[in-house]
């Protein structure tokens, strides 16, 4: 079945790392999107790509590197920069408007 | 631009009882207009979406939405809640007609039924 694969499901990440979220699509859409969840907040837009090797920030992405060199892969790396990352991750991806398929999340802790 | 508000961060109702989520939307564009559930820890599901069709959008376990131009509203109704509608639900706007648009979400309401 066609879908969305993140990983992991939970990441715990040491003061001062760099961590990389791995986000996968089968789906064949072109469009990829990165969203930070907190309480009370909603999902806010971290990155979104449309094309292969083209990405552009969304309203947080500060803190926040992504790539796009496969239409299958948008990984999202958090920086060291970002300083409050312990957070909820969703990846999306769509196909035309109102197709957005969503993964199941990768909860990061910074311990 | 658009934006998305949701009344109420936190709604309780009985079971057996209407449910009732708000959201008023602002675009710039004819919008596309989605509910999401998430049930903790996990994804996002898509319960029902508004592409400019019919107003009165049916989705699935039972919830519909209707799309108000007028008052700039897509509030989501269940006639009679049940014990496995307790959840998250978020509202979000895309921009409707264009090849690609990003998803904009209200801030989230969460749902608990009561026995």
């Known amino acids: 079945d066609g879908g969305i694969t993140q990983s992991p499901k939970y990441l715990f990440r040491k003061e001062g790392q760099n961590v990389t979220l791995s986000c996968e699509q089968n789906?064949?859409?072109?469009?990829m999107y990165w969203y930070r969840q907190d309480p009370g907040q909603g999902l806010r837009l971290i990155y979104y790509?449309?094309?292969?090797?083209?990405?552009q920030k969304g309203d947080i992405a500060e803190g926040y590197s992504v790539s796009r060199e496969k239409k299958e892969s948008f990984p999202l790396t958090v920086t060291s920069a970002q300083k409050n990352p312990t957070a909820f991750y969703l990846c999306?991806?769509?196909f035309g408007t109102g197709r957005y398929t969503f993964g199941s999340g990768t909860r990061l802790t910074v311990v | 631009a658009q934006s998305v508000t949701q009344l109420g961060s936190h709604v309780s109702v009985s079971e057996g009882a209407l449910v009732l989520l708000r959201c008023n939307y602002s675009s710039s564009v004819p919008p596309y207009l989605f509910w999401y559930v998430q049930y903790p820890n996990q994804g996002l599901q898509l319960l029902l979406k508004?592409?400019?069709?019919?107003?009165l959008v049916k989705g699935i376990n039972g919830f519909e939405a209707e799309f108000k131009k007028s008052e700039t509203s897509f509030h989501l109704t269940k006639p009679s809640a049940h014990m496995s509608d307790a959840a998250e639900y978020f509202c979000a706007v895309s921009p409707g007609g264009t090849s690609y648009g990003k998803l904009t979400f209200g801030q989230g309401t969460i749902l608990t039924v009561h026995p």
């Open positions: 790509s449309q094309i292969v090797n083209d990405f």
């Open positions: 999306a991806s769509s």
């Open positions: 508004y592409t400019s069709a019919a107003t």
């Open positions: 789906l064949n859409h072109d469009a």
